[in-house]
């Protein structure tokens, strides 16, 4: 994220293969989204699967994609101009995975930009815009299903109660975020300049490092303000189960600094599996002591390749 000196607002950066630089603004008010989704989406929502991310409404973000199907949805939604949706898969080692896989809630999202690369795959920006629910399979040569949009409950403004957990919340995020010294003046700056509440409680909850059924009981919920608190209450509930420093630290640098959701091809997402030739093995001592357990706290991302991946 970048401040843009003429305007004096943040907007997110990207880069195209041949050098050219797009800036997109954030938004930095709150306000229902006036929108005729049956008119403008129709009877069923197309299916973007992500594998290690979970998006939320407001957010303007990078994907990569490199799965076939995938790719030609995002070509497609971009080039007749469809809002699709963003979905979690319940298991990210599935490469093509099914209606019956997917979490019920996801985002609907407009891609914003794409750019082919020289390997076949594409980073795109896209923008989320309002929840979705889905109610039914409508897949067809892409995975899609009958939907109902969720809309976003915001408080009354001049809640002060309201104000003071979001004042809570960039508090908490930014100790969260300092953890980690590769990437603490670029999310810290981000944090401390998102003026739309709404957007910077998203973007926590999107960017942080939860398990999918934490970020899933984020996103079910309605009313914004109760959302907050939730969040308020799982970073807090993070940061104390910090116990090693080392491991919270990786987990920082995975998830903030690619600051994208991405959806992995099968050889890029399988893990990497180690061919070491077997050794006797010798009896173990009485003596020899068990193992000590590892202590509580966050655990330790799954290796992957040098994609932008957020396991």
Known sequence: MKEDKKSGRIGIVMNSPD?????????????????????????????LPLRNNT??????????????????????????????????????????PTYNDMYRIGTIVKVIKFY??????????????????????????????AY?????????????????LVTSIKDKSGEFVSQSTEMQSDAVFAIKN?????????FVASNIPLEASDKMKLLSINDLKKRGMELLSLLTLELQNSNSATTFKTRLSAKWTSNSATISSTNRSRPFKTNLAKTPTTKKSKTSKPKPKRKNGPKPLPKHSKRNLLA
């Open 55 to 96: 998006l939320f409404p407001q957010i303007i973000m990078p994907i990569q994609a490199d799965r076939k199907k995938s790719v030609e949805l995002i070509k497609k939604a971009y080039r007749e101009d469809l809002l699709i949706a963003t979905v979690t898969q319940k298991n990210p080692a599935i490469d093509e």
């Open 194 to 202: 998102i003026a739309s509440p709404g957007f910077l409680i998203n």
């Open 19 to 47: 050098s050219m630089t797009t800036m997109i603004q954030l938004p930095d008010t709150d306000a229902p989204l006036d929108i005729d989704w049956d008119q403008t989406i129709g009877e069923k929502i197309y299916i």
């Open 116 to 145: 082919e690369l020289p390997d076949g795959s594409i980073t795109c920006l896209i923008h989320s815009l309002e929840r979705v629910k889905l109610t039914g399979d409508r897949s067809d040569e892409f995975l899609a299903a």
């Open 148 to 164: 109902k949009v969720v809309n976003t409950v915001f408080p009354k403004k001049g809640d002060s109660e309201f104000d003071a």
